[in-house]
């Protein structure tokens, strides 16, 4: 939520992804502490026993502590391991973190998570119980860890989900405009990197405005993603076969404007797999015997319905 109420959805970093970067900042912070050590003991020749403790002390807050710190101050949340696995600190606000919210992670870190035989075993239980996978540090400091790097994904294509066939053949998709499908085709693409909040707000609101132009309902039992697939994909169909039939000419400006089955818009997935996309509740009229699909395995009842 930030500052101005505006709800915003984060992806959340893995805890493999910040595992890895956090065994990186230990490397280089290990390499500052040695070079550090090196330097002394040439420039010096060697120190009394004293002042060779308190030097060292200087030293290992310097290469854990300060190192981490000034890191994600300047660099916007990044240490040199979180942008190597794309991962970066922000505020629960979203916000970049400055040097207080820095140092109380870094702190933190030092002196509660990290120490002696419970290496890192505090922020590993902490992120793994936390909804938003927050260590201890980022609890007390109030920010949060995200992907902000995420691998390149394939051309979504719309495809039929099995058994709606029938029924999509049916529609009237007159109504149906290409901003509605666009929105459909860009909601069914990024869902699976959506939050589970956000795909279900979403998915109920594009339920709703597709149900209120296209007819008839869908059939009883239809899960939302294999409503707004078997409507996207059957739209693409006859702007294929449109476009297929004789005199058309790709020069006119009066050609339909349907989106075609290779337009490219990033999608992980097919739509027919996006998780999370709950089972609806029957639609009020009747529908073709044997039509129907059954919820995928990662359809978990929910309001996410297709409205009749």
């Known amino acids: 939520m930030t500052g101005e109420a505006v709800p915003i959805d984060l992806r959340i970093a893995r805890v ?3 595992m890895i970067a956090g065994f990186i900042d230990l490397a280089v912070g290990v390499a500052v502490l040695v070079g550090l050590i090196v330097v002394l003991e040439l420039t010096t020749g060697g120190v009394d026993t004293g002042l060779s403790a308190a030097l060292s002390i200087v030293f290992a807050l310097s290469a854990f502590l300060v190192y981490p710190v000034a890191c994600e ?26 040097f207080r919210h820095a140092f109380v992670r870094g702190l ?8 002696g035989p419970l290496f890192a075993l ?29 691998p390149k994904s394939r051309p979504f294509t719309p495809s039929m989900p099995p058994g709606l066939a029938g029924w999509a053949a049916l529609l009237d998709l007159s109504r149906l405009d290409d901003r509605l499908a666009l ?43 294999a409503y707004l697939g078997a409507v996207l994909a059957e739209r693409t169909r006859r702007a294929r076969e449109r476009m297929a039939a004789p005199g058309w000419n790709t020069t006119l400006a009066t050609r339909p404007t349907a989106p075609s089955a290779t337009a490219a818009v990033p999608n992980p997935a097919p739509a027919a797999h996006s998780p999370g996309f709950p089972a609806p509740s029957p639609a009020p009229s009747p529908a073709p015997a044997g039509s129907a699909v059954e919820p995928g395995p990662g359809d978990a009842p929910g309001p996410f319905a297709v409205p009749g």
């Open 73 to 98: 101050t300047l660099w916007r949340g990044r240490t040199l391991g979180k942008a190597a696995m794309g991962v970066r600190v922000t505020r629960d606000d979203g916000g970049p973190p400055r």
């Open 16 to 18: 493999g992804s910040r």
């Open 108 to 115: 933190v870190g030092l002196v509660v998570e990290r120490p």
């Open 122 to 150: 505090p922020a590993i239980v902490s992120m793994t119980v936390s909804a938003h996978g927050k260590r201890l540090g980022d609890v007390f400091a109030g920010t949060v860890v995200i992907q902000e790097r995420v």
């Open 183 to 225: 929105a459909v085709r860009g909601f069914l693409a990024r869902a699976p990197d959506l939050s589970a909040g956000a795909r279900e707000r979403l998915g109920n609101e594009l339920c709703a405005a597709v149900a209120a132009v296209v007819t008839p309902p869908a059939p009883a039992g239809t899960p939302g993603w």
